[in-house]
Structures are given as structure tokens and as C-alpha cells.
């Protein structure tokens, strides 16, 4: 019945993107009941795992409830939406085999830009200031000179006023995407951003929370939705919301306080690639607006280096006195070394420097891929926000998703579109290819 | 009505306390119903989170029951045991407040037996080998080159004949407890020790998991009373049971791995700290009789430093496609930096060295203390298998455990009992305190 076929390594993920295709198209109808895991797995000859996590991943972002003791059924979706994903269907797979030269997805920081003498030196003084003072338990809330280091640079940067005790340092965005979960509970429902980054939701879901996707306008996150909806938390990125760009004005970082505060809740405050505002100045921080309902959060992935797992968050008081009572018996996850390192780092200067030159690469690279984008072929219109490492590139007179894609991939371009990163059905989003610029070169560039 | 005092940081784990031990008392009776979260907060003059911590350690230790939409209740405890928690009670306050001279819980390894030198020159060279490739992304299970030099390690000191692919890196052991709940799921019900190591079943509480503590005997965990159970997995530590120094026969291993068999669950091989058997040859690893059905699991925060937040586990091979499944988007937590240079530890001997060095000094540390017990002016039968870093010290005419540690506590020591570790009432295990020696040096002995 389900003529599904699941090559390759991500199996679930694939079940998981043809049920939900079947579901947008009304091949699957609304109420109809889907295979138990067991009969699922066998006729598709995968592993019942392989149809949990699909399953899983349906049920958290509302594609399918479950009904205890009885199965999985489809959800209702909206009916002039159906049509929406068509086109973006199949495109997983041709990304899996094909090999591109350009990668226009993930992209990272080219790593002649890491100042690697520097990281090096600095290394090489803790390793002789702080001797076997290294080898001591590091308190579950990170090194205490590591916090104040991040809480003086938040200061400078974002004019962030910040006491470094509520300061929480973790292996990275996922590892606190987690301690959150942990901390404001799994029954909770977590709303994020449609079209959004996947690993957020993902993230929570793993940890075993639901998640909400809520669209996303102009402005950020639609707070009206937001208003009417069960959610607890919202995990939105104000500053540039990926893959949008949409950058939340004051007047709507205001209404989102409100909801959290009238509603108990929490907003958390994701500035995953703040320090990338090419022109202007960013606004300011919703942690800045009301420190009691806003988490902020960032990582040094993107402005160091991926291998460095390293971020932080702000907590408001309450929460970080609850982090204490749940995690003071245990250790930080990142090792002290790291931490005295990239203290340094900041505290010197260096860090800043380093984004400085950085950021003048990324304006060259940036006024490169505009230009080339002006010089295509087809018709195209840039959203670009000045801020961040992605663009938006509109093609008007593209007839599908899938043949913008197609036509970057014959040009050995591996690409992906608005309605890629939804986690919700969505009107409007057809014909927008998302650039991520942050591993091009202006060398890469003159090759397309 | 409940007169508990909250005093102190860890406001939580004394609520616990006082439920817990009011309940084996008697004080509050099997189906009796407990305050709301909010109501018993505002009697209390605690945090509504405050009583939801305690409250989810109760339910997750089994001593209340959650009923929907209606409450808490004290669950029945087997009468005969109901005295059994009786003086251990109202020591944790005492523990926080005292300074002791002498620490006999928790006890680091002595600094001064790191081979810092050696670790400082390991991290140059990999500053100098690796280059830029340390800024690299890390793969979800860990560095290949520490993979291979764990693999080969895990052959030479244990015998262990394992194909390196299946090994996974994490940021030390509550990392890799919470990677195996997202694993195995946090519906399935999770057996630990009785007593046990406090850590291991709050981290599963911590990660959404109901947990099922299972006596423990001379021969390790209960597997009679694990056939029993609706355990899906059994976290055990066969080579040497903390806090009791049980080691399980190669008859209770089988009938373990039977149990896993049968029940189509799984068995966690925790060797916290195998690397200190002091005399005799090991007995063979878990995960050596039966792969396809042991998670064998090792930290290094006992042989190198706590600051090392370094772990592995041995997957069985479908496990370890199911890790892939979920985590093949996400990067390591673990920094490349501190991969590379345990990995050059490990392969070049420094590892197996210092070790031998450590293993040396706490010979001379466990010898001197077997002399101090035995000069104690109370009678003591010490419990001691020659292996990892505790040894049990019985004071059959203590008149209680609070007794014992009064006792101590005079004399500056802080110390626990065997009770201090149930994490479900148990009979037997009154008189018997648990002498943690790692932090131990013969000079803080002869001030005794």
C-alpha cells in the first residue's frame, strides 16, 4: 500500500518526508489511520526503530496524533496548503548521491580565518598559568573567569548588561537546547519558528518535549498565533531568523514579552549569528527589554570554529536558581582547558579582533554573491537584511522548488529552498532559494 | 501539618528526604494523598519547582504514585523495612554545614599524580600535528583516532575484542546515561543498583525516565528479582558494585545476559572503576560474553582527572546504527583538542603508565587504611575485594549508622553509610560504613 522507497542512510528521515508529503497532498486524509510501527516496519522492510523516530517526528511537529491503545492518525491540514510541498518532495535523495562543489547549505568558516597562532598561544599559557588547577571539578555552570570574560564582551558587543552569575557555559546549542528542557520540563510545549532550523525542534523533540511550529511574518514570529496557542516557551531568533531573515521590531519583542509574561512563560532569545550584522547597529537585546522572561543564547560555532563546542545562555534568577538545584552534584560538560582558553580569547581582545576581520571578509564575499546573483540568468530578487551569513534569493519565474534546485545542482551547486526548512505547511514561501554564504569564497565564486 | 525545615542550597533533595522518610516511617501512610505542588509550596515557603524536583525523585524512586487529575500518594512500603531509614535521617544537614578535615565521599585523585607534564607535551604536539584539523566538526561518536586508541586499549587491559566502530565519545558518564535514554527510549523502565550510586538514577529522572531500584546481593543485582520486573534495561556494575563491593559471578553475569535475552532488554555495563583492581586479574566483561545485548561503559574522571569530562560506551551493533540514525546531523560534545590528546596518551603507553603509578600509590594509601581500621578502638570487620577504590568498613556494635557518623564526624571525617546509598528500603545493611580512599594520602592518615 505505502510505496515508499527508503534507500540510504537516514531512513527515518525520509519515511518521515514521505508520510508527510502524503499527508500535504491528501494522500493520507485527514482521521485516516496509519500502519502500527510493527506492520509499518515490516512491510517497508526497516526496523520498528526506523518507524518510531519517523513517527516522532511527525507527532512533534502535528502531522499525526496518537491515540493511546489505538494508533496514529492524520491530522487535519489546511486544505489551500496541500499543494505547498509538492515540488520539494525527492529532493533529499538527489542531495545524498550527488556530489556538488559548492555547498550553499551547511558552510562553514574557512579555517585559514581561525587565528590559529593565537589559539595556539593562548593554549600553550594556560596550560602553563594555570597548571594543575585544570584538573580541578569545574562548577555545572562553567569556569567563573569564562563567565565574567562573556558577560564583559556581552557589555561591549550587544550593550547587554548582564551579571556573570547567571551566566550558564554548555557543550554547545543542542547540549543547552537540552538543559532547557531539563529545567522548564518536558510536559511543556515549546513553540518555534516555521520555517525554521530543524535541529532546534529536532532537539526538543529527542528530549522528549512537543514543539509547535508557529509562522513566521515580516516581523519574527507571529505573535497572534502565539497568543491563542497552549505554548509555554517560545524559541524564536529576534535578531535574524533563519531561514527567513525577518528581523522582530521593537513593537513585536514588546507583544512577545507580554504573552510570556501574561502566560507564565518564557521566551528564549536565540542569537545564533547576531555577531554578523554586516551594516548598522543590531537592536537591542529582548534579554535587555525583561531579563525575568527572557533566556538569551549563543555559541562560538560560528564565530570560532564548529569543533569548538562552546555556547552560553543568560538565565533570568528564578531559572538559574532552579539550574543550581538540579545540577550543583554535577560537572560542566565543556573541559576547563576550553574554557580558560577561550577566556582569554575574549579578555585580550582577540576574539573581537578576530570577528573584525571576519566580518570584512564575509562584506567582500557578500558584495561578491550579490553581484553574481544580479549577473544570473533568471530573474532574481535579493531579501537581504544586512545582518547574518544567509541570503534570500527570490526567483519569480521559477515553476517549482524543485527546478530552482535542479538547475543549481547542474551548475555542482547543492542548495535548499524557504520550503525546505518547514515544519508546518505554509503559504507563500514557493520560490525562495536560501544562501548560506558563510563557507564561499570570492575563488568559489568566480567558478559559477 | 508537615513541619519540614528547608534549610540550605539543596532545598529539593531535603523535601525528598523528609517525604521519603516519613513514609518508610509510617508517618505518612501507603495511599494517603499529598499536598498539591502549589498548596504544599506555600505551606512550606519553597518554589513550586522545589516540590516538583522532590516530588519527581519520589516518583521515580517509586515511594509515591501519580494519579490524573487527582494527585499524589504515598505508595506501600513493605513493612518490616519501614524502621530500616530511621537514623540515617538528618545527617545531610549536618554534612553541608560542618567543615571536615577529611573527606572519605567524594575524594579526588591527588593532583600531584597527574601526569601533567606528559598531558601539557601531548597537547603541544597536537597543536603542532593536527593544524587546522582540530577546528574540524567532530563526528557524533567521537574522533576515529580516539575510537581506535580506546578499541586497542580496551584489548590490552581488558581483554575486550571490540571493532572500534562501535564506540562512542561523550562528555563524561551523565552525558552518555542521557545519549541512552534517548537511545532506548525514556517510556522503557530502567533497573539501577540497591543500593547505588545516587547519579545514575537521577540523571535517568533528570532525562524523563522512570527508574526501578533492584537489591543488590553478594553475587550483584538481583536477577531473580529483575525476571520479575517489567525492566526493559539493567544498569549494573558488575566488576565492583558501589557502594556494596559486590562482584558478580560469571553464573549471575550469564543469567543477566539471559534476562536481557529473553526480555528483549538490554544490560549497562558500568566499569566506573575497573581500572583499580589492586590484586588478581579482573573477571571477563560483560560485553565480552554477550555484545549484541551490553552497553559497556567507562569514564576516565577516575584515572586521569574530573576535569577530563571524557566517557565512552561500547554499543551493540544495532544500537549503534540506531545512534547514527539520530545523531548523524550532530557534532561531538567532546572538543577535537582533548580527543587527539588522549588518543596520543593512550597509544603512546602514558596512559597504562600512569596508571600503574596510581594503582602503586594506592596500594601503599589501601594498606595503610586496612592498618587504621584495624587499630580503631571500636570493633570493625572490613569488606574488601581488592578492587576499585572503596572498601566497606562494618561496625557491628555501632548502635546506629547516625552513630557512626557522629563518631567520625568528631574526628573531622566525613563519611556515609550504606544506607546513605538506598535508593529503596532494604534490610541488612545497618553498621556498614563506605570508605571512598581516592582522595586518601598516607600523610592525612597518620593525622587521623
Same mark, same amino acid.
Given at each position: 500500500?505505502?510505496?515508499?522507497?527508503?534507500?540510504?542512510?537516514?531512513?527515518?528521515?525520509?519515511?518521515?518526508?514521505?508520510?508527510?508529503?502524503?499527508?500535504?497532498?491528501?494522500?493520507?486524509?485527514?482521521?485516516?489511520?496509519?500502519?502500527?510501527?510493527?506492520?509499518?516496519?515490516?512491510?517497508?522492510?526497516?526496523?520498528?526503530?526506523?518507524?518510531?523516530?519517523?513517527?516522532?517526528?511527525?507527532?512533534?511537529?502535528?502531522?499525526?496524533?496518537?491515540?493511546?491503545?489505538?494508533?496514529?492518525?492524520?491530522?487535519?491540514?489546511?486544505?489551500?496548503?496541500?499543494?505547498?510541498?509538492?515540488?520539494?518532495?525527492?529532493?533529499?535523495?538527489?542531495?545524498?548521491?550527488?556530489?556538488?562543489?559548492? !555547498?550553499?547549505?551547511?558552510?562553514?568558516?574557512?579555517?585559514?580565518?581561525?587565528?590559529?597562532?593565537?589559539?595556539?598561544?593562548?593554549?600553550?599559557?594556560?596550560?602553563?598559568?594555570?597548571?594543575?588547577?585544570?584538573?580541578?571539578?569545574?562548577?555545572?555552570?562553567?569556569?567563573?573567569?569564562?563567565?565574567?570574560?562573556?558577560?564583559?564582551?556581552?557589555?561591549?558587543?550587544?550593550?547587554?548588561?548582564?551579571?556573570?552569575?547567571?551566566?550558564?557555559?554548555?557543550?554547545?546549542?543542542?547540549?543547552?537546547?537540552?538543559?532547557?528542557?531539563?529545567?522548564?520540563?518536558?510536559?511543556?510545549?515549546?513553540?518555534?519558528?516555521?520555517?525554521?532550523?530543524?535541529?532546534?525542534?529536532?532537539?526538543?523533540? *529527542?528530549?522528549?518535549?512537543?514543539?509547535?511550529?508557529?509562522?513566521?511574518?515580516?516581523?519574527?514570529?507571529?505573535?497572534?498565533?502565539?497568543?491563542?496557542?497552549?505554548?509555554?516557551?517560545?524559541?524564536?531568533?529576534?535578531?535574524?531568523?533563519?531561514?527567513?531573515?525577518?528581523?522582530?521590531?521593537?513593537?513585536?519583542?514588546?507583544?512577545?514579552?507580554?504573552?510570556?509574561?501574561?502566560?507564565?512563560?518564557?521566551?528564549?532569545?536565540?542569537?545564533?549569528?547576531?555577531?554578523?550584522?554586516?551594516?548598522?547597529?543590531?537592536?537591542?537585546?529582548?534579554?535587555?527589554?525583561?531579563?525575568?522572561?527572557?533566556?538569551?543564547?549563543?555559541?562560538?560555532?560560528?564565530?570560532?570554529?564548529?569543533?569548538?563546542?562552546?555556547?552560553?545562555?543568560?538565565?533570568?534568577?528564578?531559572?538559574? !536558581?532552579?539550574?543550581?538545584?538540579?545540577?550543583?552534584?554535577?560537572?560542566?560538560?565543556?573541559?576547563?582547558?576550553?574554557?580558560?582558553?577561550?577566556?582569554?580569547?575574549?579578555?585580550?581582545?582577540?576574539?573581537?579582533?578576530?570577528?573584525?576581520?571576519?566580518?570584512?571578509?564575509?562584506?567582500?564575499?557578500?558584495?561578491?554573491?550579490?553581484?553574481?546573483?544580479?549577473?544570473?540568468?533568471?530573474?532574481?530578487?535579493?531579501?537581504?537584511?544586512?545582518?547574518?551569513?544567509?541570503?534570500?534569493?527570490?526567483?519569480?519565474?521559477?515553476?517549482?522548488?524543485?527546478?530552482?534546485?535542479?538547475?543549481?545542482?547542474?551548475?555542482?551547486?547543492?542548495?535548499?529552498?524557504?520550503?525546505?526548512? *518547514?515544519?508546518?505547511?505554509?503559504?507563500?514561501?514557493?520560490?525562495?532559494?536560501?544562501?548560506?554564504?558563510?563557507?564561499?569564497?570570492?575563488?568559489?565564486?568566480?567558478?559559477?
Amino acid at each position: 500500500m505505502y510505496n515508499y522507497d527508503l534507500k540510504g542512510k537516514n531512513k527515518y528521515y525520509t519515511l518521515y518526508s514521505c508520510v508527510r508529503d502524503d499527508i500535504l497532498r491528501g494522500k493520507i486524509k485527514a482521521g485516516e489511520r496509519l500502519p502500527s510501527k510493527r506492520a509499518f516496519a515490516a512491510e517497508l522492510g526497516v526496523s520498528v526503530v526506523t518507524v518510531q523516530l519517523a513517527y516522532d517526528q511527525l507527532l512533534a511537529e502535528g502531522y499525526i496524533r496518537s491515540k493511546e491503545r489505538s494508533g496514529f492518525y492524520a491530522e487535519k491540514v489546511a486544505e489551500g496548503l496541500k499543494e505547498e510541498r509538492k515540488a520539494a518532495s525527492n529532493y533529499t535523495e538527489i542531495e545524498q548521491e550527488e556530489n556538488f562543489k559548492i !555547498d550553499l547549505v551547511h558552510g562553514n568558516t574557512p579555517p585559514n580565518m581561525f587565528p590559529f597562532s593565537v589559539w595556539a598561544r593562548l593554549i600553550r599559557s594556560v596550560l602553563s598559568d594555570c597548571g594543575e588547577h585544570l584538573l580541578e571539578r569545574v562548577p555545572c555552570d562553567g569556569d567563573k573567569g569564562l563567565k565574567s570574560a562573556v558577560a564583559a564582551y556581552l557589555y561591549r558587543s550587544r550593550g547587554i548588561d548582564v551579571d556573570p552569575r547567571y551566566i550558564v557555559v554548555g557543550a554547545g546549542a543542542e547540549h543547552l537546547y537540552g538543559v532547557i528542557v531539563q529545567l522548564l520540563g518536558r510536559d511543556k510545549l515549546y513553540a518555534v519558528e516555521n520555517p525554521g532550523y530543524g535541529k532546534i525542534s529536532s532537539t526538543y523533540a *529527542l528530549n522528549g518535549a512537543r514543539c509547535l511550529p508557529v509562522g513566521v511574518t515580516d516581523t519574527g514570529i507571529d505573535v497572534s498565533v502565539l497568543e491563542k496557542s497552549e505554548a509555554h516557551v517560545a524559541h524564536v531568533s529576534p535578531s535574524h531568523q533563519f531561514p527567513t531573515g525577518a528581523v522582530m521590531p521593537v513593537s513585536a519583542r514588546s507583544r512577545l514579552i507580554e504573552w510570556a509574561k501574561r502566560s507564565g512563560g518564557y521566551v528564549i532569545e536565540d542569537e545564533y549569528d547576531s555577531e554578523f550584522r554586516l551594516t548598522g547597529k543590531p537592536l537591542q537585546c529582548m534579554c535587555g527589554l525583561c531579563p525575568e522572561k527572557v533566556i538569551y543564547m549563543n555559541t562560538f560555532s560560528k564565530s570560532l570554529a564548529p569543533s569548538m563546542r562552546m555556547g552560553y545562555m543568560v538565565l533570568p534568577p528564578a531559572l538559574y !536558581d532552579r539550574f543550581l538545584q538540579i545540577f550543583s552534584s554535577s560537572a560542566s560538560f565543556v573541559p576547563l582547558f576550553e574554557q580558560k582558553a577561550l577566556a582569554k580569547m575574549l579578555d585580550g581582545g582577540y576574539f573581537e579582533r578576530h570577528l573584525n576581520r571576519l566580518k570584512n571578509y564575509y562584506r567582500t564575499v557578500h558584495g561578491a554573491l550579490l553581484k553574481k546573483l544580479a549577473s544570473l540568468p533568471e530573474r532574481c530578487e535579493v531579501l537581504d537584511t544586512g545582518s547574518g551569513l544567509h541570503v534570500i534569493a527570490k526567483f519569480p519565474d521559477a515553476q517549482s522548488d524543485g527546478q530552482i534546485k535542479s538547475v543549481a545542482a547542474a551548475r555542482g551547486i547543492k542548495i535548499k529552498c524557504l520550503s525546505d526548512y *518547514l515544519l508546518a505547511p505554509m503559504a507563500g514561501v514557493e520560490g525562495c532559494a536560501v544562501i548560506n554564504y558563510s563557507g564561499l569564497t570570492p575563488e568559489i565564486l568566480s567558478q559559477i
